[in-house]
């Protein structure tokens, strides 16, 4: 089964997806900095059609934590 978010990450932050779990963070990956985040959000946004709020985009400091935001929006990822 393919992994819809670490594939979004991994083109948003043009690294393989094989490097990505959901301990990844902008401490562990370099590509990862503010631009990027805006860049992850807007893909978040329009991959899963959602819309998140600041609250919600200030705690993603993960991938484990992006999913577990789009699971309490009832987001299958």
Do not use: Y
């Not at 631009?35 to 992850?40: I, V």
């Amino acid at each position: 089964m393919s992994d819809r978010l670490l594939a979004l990450f991994a083109e948003e932050l043009d690294v393989s997806s094989s490097a990505l779990d959901d301990d990844s963070s902008p401490d562990t990956v370099e590509n990862w900095d503010s631009l990027a985040a805006m860049r992850l959000v807007a893909a978040i946004e329009s991959e899963f059609d959602v819309r998140l709020s600041t609250r919600e985009i200030m705690k993603m400091r993960s991938i484990g934590i992006a999913r577990a935001v789009l699971r309490d929006k009832s987001v299958d990822v």
